[in-house]
Each structure stands twice: as C-alpha cells, then as structure tokens.
C-alpha cells in the first residue's frame, strides 16, 4: 500500500532475518549462480584462510614452550616453530588474497548483471508505474540497493562464515586443549551477548533514524536541484538553503545521539572482553602455578579467547548488515516481479498503418486517481491525412487523448482503434513506430547533434540525418557550429535555443516518417524568425500525414482542417475555424476572446 501511494520506502527498512525472509535474499543469488565456481574456491578459501588463523595461536604457544624447555613434539628449536609461524602466515596471505580477489569477482559481475536486469526491468515497464515512483527512488533501487548487496556479497558474507568458524572452531579448540580454562572463560559469554543483543538494538534504532533524516536531506537536493529555475526565479536560494541547513542539523544531531550509545556500547563490550581475559590470565596463571598447564598453553588460550571474542563483536555487525541486504533484495526483487512490456513489444514484423484514427465512447481515469473520470465518453474520427487541432482549457483531457493514442495506458471503456482494428491488438513496437512526436519540451540526450536526430530512426546514415535536418530548416544552425553534425549538445555541450531544439525534434520525426504525426505545441512563444522556421519545418513534417495537434496559438489553429474543442473530457465542439466562429457565445469563441487579450 505504501508503493501504490508512491511514497518513498527508506532505504534502511529492517527486516527480520526468518525463513521468508531468507527466502528472498537467497532469490538474489539466482544471480550468483553463474558465477558458483569462483564463488566455491572463494569459499574454499575462506575456510582454509581462517584455519590458518587458527593454528597461529597453538604455534605461538609452542614458542613459548620449547622456550620454557618443555618438550613439544615434532619441534626441537624456537626457529623451527618460528618458520612454520611464517609458512603458515604465507599460506593465510595467499587463502586471504584469492578469497578476495573471487568474492569481489564474483559479486562485481553478479551485481553488475543485477543491474543491468533492473535497468531492463524499468525501462520496459508501463507508464502508470512511473505515475506513483519517483525517479530518485527508482535511481536508489539500481545504486544504493545494489551497493548494499554488493556490500554482502564481497564482505559481509565472507566476514560472517570467518566470525562463525572462528567462533566455533575456537571454542571446540580450547574445550579440548584447555578444558577448565575454556569453561571458565565460556561464563563470561552471556554478559557479551547479552551486551550485543541490548545496545545492538538501541543503535540500530538510532541509526535507522540518522538514515532516515539523511534521506530526508536528500529530498530537499532533488527537488531544489530539479526545479533550479524556480528556485532562483522566486529568490528563494536562502530559503532552500534554512531547509537544507535544518534538516542537516537534524542528521547530525541524531548521529550524535548514536555516537553515544556506540561509543558506550564499544567501551562496555572491550571492558567484558578484557575482563574476561584479566579473569582467565588470574585463573590460568594459578594452574601454571600448580602445574596443571604450561606457559604456552595459557598463551595459546589467551589469543584464542581474543579471537572468539572478536567474533562475536563482528557477529552484531554483520547480522545488522544481513537485514539492510533483505531490505534491498526484498525492494530489487519486488520490481524484478512487476509486470512490464517486453513481451508485447518483441520484434515483431513492421505494421504499415494508414492514420485513421477512432474513438468510440472512451471513458478514463489514471491508475492513481481512478475516482476521478478524466475522460467522459470521447467519440471522434479523424480521417488519413486530415490535420486535427486540439483545444480546450488546460487539464481538459488533451494530452490523456495522445497517451491513450500512443498505449501508455489502457482505457476504461470504449476503444481505441486505429485503421479500424483497437490499438491493444497491434504488437506495442510496431504500433508505436507509427506515430511521431513533437513534444512541447523538447528533451535532447547528451550526445552529438546527429545521435539526437538520428533517435528517431537508430541506425540510421549520416546522410539520412542531414536530409531530415535540411527538410526541418536545421541544416544551417547546425552547420554553423565548427563541428557541425558532431557538436555535443545537452548538460555537457552547447545549449541549443528552444526554436533550435525544435527543429531537431523535427528532424527526429521526419527520420522516423510516422504515418500518425502529434504536435504538442510550445507554449513559449519563439522570436519571429525562429517562429517562421519551426512552422514551415512543421508543414512540411505534416504532409500527407495524420496530425493531432494541441494547440495553444491561432496562426497554427486556422489552417487544420477541423477543430476539437475538449470540456473536462467531452467533445464539445467540433468544425473549421470559420465554422466554429460562427457558433454565438461558443466555447471556442470565448477561447479566443480569451487569447486575444
Ligand atoms: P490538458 O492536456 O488538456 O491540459 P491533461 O490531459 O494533461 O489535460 O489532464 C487532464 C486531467 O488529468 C487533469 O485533471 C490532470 O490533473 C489529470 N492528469 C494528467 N496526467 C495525470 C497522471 N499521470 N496521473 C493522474 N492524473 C493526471
């Protein structure tokens, strides 16, 4: 439910680690899987690199021993024992090198696959998906939710099975190589768990509400960011900057508060830990006293202990960090599993449509505000070839009818149907490539002039790209920059002016050479020359095909071949311009009063 009213989860969402719940992560290594050969040695690896480990503290004990002229089998001198320290050192660093070279492999590229498939994944998807996502929420699925996989995958993982054959296999060592040392030790155990699982909670609290206002932060940097122009055009930069410095304070502030328990948590943890050791060292220096154990083996013990007590320090971290990679594969998973286009846009065989176009009694309303009815029963036709304008007051329902004509979203009633067949039954591709468009805002990719133009039909020749250019009056503009075809445009390139951008747009639609062509026109007035340019390219783009138009200028309107006049989502007048002029106290004449003004 949170989903459908589009609001952002946190990134920081804690689940519980149960068998659903491990249910899903394991679901994330359907990824892993290819890569389960390196992932195996990595494995192998870990095991062996931490057996190594093991055995330093039993070796280092011998040191002592031999030094204390105890009889140590197998060994005579100190530097016997001292080579097979470093031998066994050379054996951990080479384990340590390839475990970490295979994880980081292995969860590299499984990720990277992760992405690319959630890229696919939401490029394909409908557009009422992107009605109730933002874009920064879907951004964080593909880099911070796959961050903290990765995260999992290259360290935590590897970190937890160390900490638990650390744990246990030290535990098992000392019971048998020190019994009575090693249970009085164990009695100290519960108070470290005891410590991990009270303060543990408590901070990750904490930290989940530092994340929380950090996201927060971030809210402000993308909006501020995204609508930079209305920030300045209000002057508003020192208000977005309080808002900022505010919710920052407030991030800081709650970190703060973390910092202490942290801190207090570490402090205790290390006072037990040490404790502990001080305790065993008073008790296990009395038995070397009496005898029942040498100096290396209360040594041996002693490291030991350090290492099991380490473990179980790590054990917290990691298992705070296992639940943050549920809550990201859990949220990666549930877009794997929406349902997207990809099948109803598989290469299909190219559909030649003519342009007639059909509404019978469509009725509509948007997927995320299905109690309001934005369209009420539209009924038209429009002929191959005729040129249509649409008009009618803003949140009339003119743009609805283009994205109900180009399949974003289905209608509720009625049908659709183009060249008398409904629009659902073409192959989404080969049905889109019909259709052109000039938008109002027209959005260039950051690229070369000739990428840009050559959007509209990939592949195709620079030649193609320049005739198109020249019948869109953007030939020369384009030729006047040094590097012509090839000029960068977009954020890191020149700015082209809006006439400009235009006529690229243009271009891109006489390159795709749609039998159903949609003019959204610019609001924004263009300086006369521009003006004149734009609207020749467009009369030519416009021959022969089936124009929609949503007009906001007379000089465009006067020369369609019939008007639409759209009332909250009902056809309310239809005729030439000199025909609708006629109709006394009608809406279009009121319109243009309106625009007279
Ligand atoms: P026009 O193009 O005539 O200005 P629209 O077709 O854009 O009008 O909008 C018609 C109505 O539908 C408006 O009330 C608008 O708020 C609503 N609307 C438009 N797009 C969406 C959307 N993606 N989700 C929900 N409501 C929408």
Known sequence: AKRERGEALSPED??????????????????????????????????????????????????????????????????????????????QALFSFT??????????????DVRKTVYQKIIWLPMRFFDSRRVGELMSRITSDVSTLNDLLSFTLAEMMRQLLTLIFGTVLILFLTPSLAVFML???????????????????????????????????????????????FTNELFEIGRYVRSMNDVVATAIRTARYRGMFISFAIFTMLGGIVAVAWYGAMQVQSGNITVGELFTFVLYTTFIGASIAGLGDIYAQMQRAIGASERLLEILDEKDESSSQSASEAIKLHGEIEFQNVWFSYPTRLDYTVLKGLDFRIEPGEKVALVGQSGSGKSTIISLLMRFYAVEKGTVRVDGTPVDQFNLSAYRK??????????????????NIA??????????????????????????????????????????????????????????????????????????????????????????????????????IKKVDRIFVIKEGTLAEVGSHTELTKLNNGIYNNLLKLQLQ
């Open 14 to 91: 804690k689940r519980p680690i149960n068998k659903k719940t491990m249910a899903q992560l394991a679901g994330i290594f359907r990824f892993v899987w290819p890569y389960k050969i390196p992932f195996a040695i990595g494995l192998l690896c870990l095991a062996f690199s931490t057996g190594t480990i093991l055995a330093f503290p039993f070796m280092a004990g011998k040191l002592l021993d031999i030094a204390n002229g105890k009889p140590v089998p197998y060994f005579t001198t100190i530097g016997q024992v001292a080579l097979a320290l470093v031998a066994i050192l050379a054996l």
């Open 99 to 112: 475990r970490v070279y295979t994880f980081s492999l292995v969860s590299e590229k499984s990720l990277a």
């Open 187 to 233: 009695l100290t155990f519960p108070v470290l768990v005891l410590l991990v699982l009270v303060f543990g909670k408590y901070i990750r609290k904490l930290s989940k509400q530092t994340q929380d206002k950090l996201a927060e932060t971030n809210v402000i940097v993308e909006e501020s960011l995204q609508s930079i122009s209305v920030v300045k055009a």
């Open 434 to 451: 019909n259709i052109g468009i000039v938008p109002q805002e027209v959005i260039l990719f950051g690229g070369t002039i000739e990428e």
């Open 455 to 556: 959007y509209g039909k990939p592949g195709a020749s620079l030649e193609e790209v320049k005739e198109a250019a020249r019948k869109a009056n953007a030939l020369e503009f384009i030729e006047s920059f040094p590097e012509k075809f090839k000029t960068v445009v977009g954020d890191r390139g020149v700015k082209l002016s809006g006439g400009q951008r235009q006529r690229v747009a243009i271009a891109r639609a006489i390159l795709k050479d749609p039998a159903i062509l949609i003019l959204d026109e610019a609001t924004s007035s263009l300086d006369a020359h521009a003006e004149v340019l734009v609207q020749e390219a467009l009369e030519k783009l416009m021959e022969g095909r089936t124009s929609i138009i949503i007009a906001h200028r007379l000089s465009t």
